[in-house]
Nanobody, 119 residues
């Protein structure tokens, strides 16, 4: 099993920045790609960004050029630097991790951290 714990959420004004962190523990040697999902009230959960174990990244169009994902495999940490935040970025943000060869949504999820962007 893998446990994921997010931190760094909060309230920020539009145009500001936040950095989310995710600490992974447990059987971390079993995970491959990691990512961040978000869910706003009344909306579907969506993939924001992901990074492979080798560092290849994916970004949703809505955050390209504003968000940066990174991971420190030695420390079992995942990060999300969020810049130029907009009110529409307001959501609960979830750290996720995948097991190789397991199809579908990520296997492991954190409890989430709230990001609120005021206009």
């Amino acid at each position: 099993q893998v446990q994921l714990v997010e931190s760094g959420g909060g309230l920020v004004q539009a145009g500001g920045s936040l950095r989310l962190s995710c600490a992974a523990s447990g059987s971390t040697f079993t995970i491959s790609a990691m990512g961040w999902y978000r869910q706003a009230p009344g909306k579907e959960r969506e993939l924001v960004t992901a990074i492979s174990s080798g560092g290849k990244t994916f970004y949703a169009d809505s955050v390209k050029g504003r968000f940066i994902i990174s991971r420190d495999n030695a420390k079992n940490m995942l990060y999300l630097q969020m810049n130029s935040l907009k009110p529409e970025d307001t959501a609960m943000y979830y750290c996720t991790a995948e097991k190789p060869g397991v199809p579908g949504p990520p296997t492991y999820w954190g409890q989430g951290t709230q990001v609120t962007v005021s206009s």
